[in-house]
């Protein structure tokens, strides 16, 4: 292989890729670990491999493992974790339901959401302007993220909203048919 300063591709690449992934530890992000990857993968097979591996070759490792780890870094979330805890602001509360830890009036309580809301997803909590306390164990809603740490809650029925939809169109079919009952009856007489 073609020597540069003395020193053999394979090694370049294994040192590049070391230097590359040694910078990642000082700027998080992923901006150097993927080529830093690619490039120490393909310098560890030209130095163990020194007889089978050409440039080209080494040119080929460093596309695929580069693909290969960047695939890895943005669908297997290996280098960042799950992103579970990440919100993307306060509107991103909106609608996540969570379980009262301290019950919740007009003026404090305590809940902790069930996935989203950050590091740690215990919030302060208030009901709704008017609406009755919320007691500890109880499912809750967030209505308005508000934008600060404190949440505006809404006990939760049980039901979601295509639950109360089909309710309502059953009270309405029921209220028809006794309203066409109520008709005949007085066709009827």
């Given at each position: 292989m073609a020597d540069l300063l003395d020193i053999s591709l394979p090694l370049l690449l294994v040192v590049a890729g070391v230097v590359l992934c040694i910078a990642e530890a000082f700027a998080p992000g992923a901006h150097f670990v993927v080529i830093g990857v690619a490039l120490l993968v393909a310098g560890l097979a030209g130095v163990?491999?020194?007889g089978v591996v050409t440039p080209l070759v080494l040119a080929v490792l460093v596309f695929v493992v580069g693909a290969l780890a960047l695939w890895g870094y943005r669908h297997l979330e290996l280098y960042e974790g799950t992103g579970r805890g990440?919100?993307?602001?306060?509107s991103s509360l909106r609608g996540v339901r969570g379980v009262v830890t301290e019950r919740v009036t007009d003026s404090s309580g305590q809940i902790r959401l069930d996935e989203g809301g950050g590091f740690d997803p215990t919030y302060a909590a208030r009901t709704i302007s008017g609406a009755d306390a919320i007691d500890e164990g109880a499912e809750v809603v967030v209505?308005?993220?508000g934008g600060g740490n404190v949440l505006t809650v809404a006990a939760v029925d049980g039901l979601d909203?295509?639950?109360r939809e089909l309710e309502r169109g059953r009270e309405r079919e029921r209220a028809d048919?006794?309203?066409e009952s109520a008709d005949r009856e007085r066709e009827r007489e």
């Open positions: 163990l491999l020194p990440k919100t993307e602001g306060s209505v308005d993220p909203d295509i639950d048919r006794e309203s």
